[in-house]
Each structure stands twice: as C-alpha cells, then as structure tokens.
C-alpha cells in the first residue's frame, strides 16, 4: 500500500503564487510516477502534472509555463503560478504503483485552491 499526505492550497488572488506538496509513505518503492489532478465543480477530474521516476514530467497545455512539478525521495511538490481563476479546484496527489506486475492508483485526500479577488 502508498498512503499520500498532502498540504498546501488555500486562497490566492488571481497572479499569485501557491505551492502544493505530497508525502508518499508504505511501500515507496514500488511507486512508478506520482502527479496532481484536480477536479472543478461540475466537471471531470483532470491531470495537471506528473512526474515519473526518470523524472520525465508532463503537463496539462493550459498550465505549462506556470506550474512545475518536482520530486524528491517520495515527495512531490506543485509550485503554481500565475494562477487564475480558472485554476480554481479541488487538487488531488495521486501515485501509481506497481507490485507482482498489477499496477495501482492511491489518492490522497484533496486539497481546495481557490483563485479569486
């Protein structure tokens, strides 16, 4: 099993800056790659960044140039800036892992970001 830990979030004014961060703990080494997804009222849940564990990241088009996600041991951060109205939602940290070749999601509990002046 991989639990998550996550912190960070809150309320920021449209420009601002916030940094998300998550703590994975259990069996670490078998985690693939961690990321953020984050989920709007009303619609669907969407991945905004992800790191594998060759450091290879990905990046949702509307956020590249304003977020950067890193790694370090078994915890992620999400350094957000910029940020808009539209970055307003629920993030949550995810990991993929894999053991006996089946491969697994864990999520951690979610965490509010809210963009308004």
């Known amino acids: 099993q991989v639990q998550l830990d996550e912190s960070g979030g809150g309320l920021v004014q449209p420009g601002g800056s916030l940094r998300l961060s998550c703590a994975a703990s259990?069996?670490?080494?078998?985690?693939?790659?961690m990321g953020w997804y984050r989920q709007a009222p009303g619609k669907q849940r969407e991945l905004v960044a992800s790191?594998?564990?060759?450091?290879f990241t990905r990046y949702l088009d509307s956020v590249k140039g304003r977020f950067t996600i890193s790694r370090d041991n078994a915890n992620i951060n999400l350094l957000m800036n910029s940020l808009r109205p539209e970055d307003t939602a629920v993030y949550y940290c995810?990991?993929?892992?894999?053991?006996?070749?089946?491969?697994?999601?864990?999520w951690g509990q979610g965490t509010q970001v809210t963009v308004s002046s």
């Open positions: 259990g069996n670490i080494l078998s985690i693939n790659a």
């Open positions: 790191i594998n564990k060759h450091g």
């Open positions: 995810n990991a993929y892992w894999v053991v006996d070749y089946v491969g697994r999601d864990s």
